[in-house]
C-alpha cells in the first residue's frame, strides 16, 4: 500500500508561483509513474501533469503547459509541482496520485487527500 500527502498549498495571487509537494511512504514508489490532477466543486478531476517512474517523460494538460512543471525526486520518494503564472482558473483542490503514467483518473492506484488552492485575482 501507498500512502500519498499533499503539501503546499494555499492563497496566492494572480500571476503568483507556489510548489506543491506530494510525500509517499508505505513503500518506495520510484518505480511508479506519478501525476497531478485537480478538482472544482460540480466538475469532474482533471489531469494536470503527470510523470514516468524514470522523470525523463512527462506529460502536460494544454491549460498549464508552460507554466507548470512536475518532478519527482526518487530518493525522497517524493513529486513536486512547480505552479507559476497562476490564474484565478487554477482553483481547485489538487490531488497526487501514484501507480500509472498517464492523463486519465482510472489506472492511477493511489491517490492523496488533495491540497487547497486558492489564486485570487
Do not use: H
Amino acid at each position: 500500500q501507498v500512502q500519498l500527502v499533499e503539501s503546499g498549498g494555499g492563497l496566492v495571487q494572480a500571476g503568483g508561483s507556489l510548489k506543491l509537494s506530494c510525500a509517499a511512504s508505505g513503500r518506495t514508489v520510484s518505480r511508479d509513474g506519478m501525476g497531478w490532477f485537480r478538482q472544482t466543486p460540480g466538475k469532474d478531476r482533471e489531469f494536470v501533469a503527470a510523470i514516468a517512474w524514470r522523470g525523463g517523460s512527462t506529460i502536460y494538460a494544454d491549460s498549464v503547459k508552460g507554466r507548470f512543471t512536475i518532478s519527482r525526486d526518487n530518493a525522497k520518494n517524493t513529486v513536486y509541482l512547480q505552479m507559476s503564472s497562476l490564474k484565478p482558473e487554477d482553483t481547485a483542490v489538487y490531488y497526487c496520485a501514484a501507480g500509472w503514467y498517464g492523463s486519465s483518473v482510472g489506472p492511477y492506484a493511489y491517490w492523496g487527500q488533495g491540497t487547497q488552492v486558492t489564486v485570487s485575482s
